[in-house]
T-cell receptor, first 116, second 110 residues
Framework: GAVVSQHPSWVICKSGTSVKIECRSLDFQATTMFWYRQFPKQSLMLMATSNEGSKATYEQGVEKDKFLINHASLTLSTLTVTSAHPEDSSFYIC????????????FGDGTRLSIL | GESVGLHLPTLSVQEGDNSIINCAYS??????FIWYKQESGKGPQFIIDIRSNMDKRQGQRVTVLLNKTVKHLSLQIAATQPGDSAVYFCAENDGNDMRFGAGTRLTVKP
């Protein structure tokens, strides 16, 4: 149980392109989803917390207009990297939890984004 | 500031030996702790968790120990196998935020 699917797993595109990444909870309803960014050999850096039906809460230093998050349903959140540039190249990972409080986050398998 | 960190960035063990991965935390308000395993090119996978009202919890081949006095968390893997090779992250949660440690890379030698 508690499976999170992330799509696509790998994207290569030209600079200036906008890229959408989907995160779905397959067998549970996720009240909250999280988006992380991970650089090679580093830990996960939280970008934003997304609650269904409300605006995402972004971490300090994360540009809201650059990284658009939509959480339209209890099973789907999307992250759009707008006008992506090479410095946006990274591994993006989403996670979801069943409810608030102390629960483990269940992670997707990440999206490798490479901007040329 | 408060942080979660790891004592050892890398750990190499012989197949069949036991592994111990350590984690220090500094947020005294943290009451929930999790260990994740991340294989190359994949997302973190939940291994085991422990709440602050416990000091030990066992799973299949894994044991998590929590010492709240010194704010220390450890993950013990029994009879380490090649498939255990990965990066292991500890995470702490104070009811509001979850923070991840830097990670320890475990390499299992055949």
């Amino acid at each position: 149980g508690a499976v999170v699917s992330q799509h696509p797993s790998w994207v290569i595109c030209k600079s200036g392109t906008s890229v959408k990444i989907e995160c779905r909870s397959l067998d549970f309803q996720a009240t909250t989803m999280f988006w992380y960014r991970q650089f090679p050999k580093q830990s996960l850096m939280l970008m934003a917390t997304s609650n269904e039906g409300s605006k995402a809460t972004y971490e300090q230093g994360v540009e809201k207009d650059k990284f658009l998050i939509n959480h339209a349903s209890l099973t789907l959140s999307t992250l759009t990297v707008t006008s992506a540039h090479p410095e946006d190249s990274s591994f993006y990972i989403c996670s979801a939890i069943l409810s608030g409080g102390n629960q483990p986050q269940h992670f997707g398998d990440g999206t490798r984004l490479s901007i040329l | 500031g408060e942080s979660v960190g790891l004592h050892l960035p890398t750990l190499s063990v012989q197949e069949g030996d036991n592994s111990i991965i350590n984690c220090a935390y500094s947020n005294s308000a943290s009451d929930y702790f999790i260990w994740y395993k991340q294989e190359s090119g994949k997302g973190p996978q939940f291994i085991i968790d422990i709440r602050s009202n416990m000091d030990k919890r066992q799973g299949q081949r894994v044991t998590v120990l929590l010492n709240k006095t010194v704010k220390h968390l450890s993950l013990q893997i029994a009879a380490t196998q090649p498939g255990d090779s990965a990066v292991y992250f500890c995470a702490e949660n104070d009811g509001n935020d979850m923070r991840f440690g830097a990670g320890t890379r475990l390499t299992v030698k055949p």
